[in-house]
């Protein structure tokens, strides 16, 4: 099992698949069972620390990971724990 996480707690995170469409949030940690696909999040910059935005959720996982938009399988996107944003009005 594989789990790269920010040094502060993930508490109060939530799977990037529960985010909701134009939510903003920071990846705190990336935990997965296959560490190849790990590295390859990871290479694609989805790093603890990287910001995102949700741009689509329906029927893939579409979001924004600083500048590099990413289309995810939803399993995949549960791995993923971002702690939101609040959005401001």
């Known amino acids: ?3 790269v996480r920010l040094a502060f707690s993930s508490n ?10 134009g939510a903003r949030g920071v990846i705190v940690e990336v935990h997965t069972h296959d560490e190849g696909r790990a590295d ?15 741009l689509q959720t329906f029927p ?10 990413l289309a995810v399988e939803r399993r995949v996107a549960n791995t993923i724990l971002v702690r939101l944003q609040e959005t401001r009005p």
């Open 60 to 69: 893939g996982v579409v979001f924004l990971c600083d500048q590099t938009e």
């Open 40 to 54: 390859r999040l990871l290479s694609l910059g989805v790093t603890p620390g990287a910001s995102v935005t949700m």
């Open 12 to 21: 109060g995170a939530c799977p990037l698949s529960s985010m909701a469409e």
């Open 1 to 3: 099992m594989s789990s």
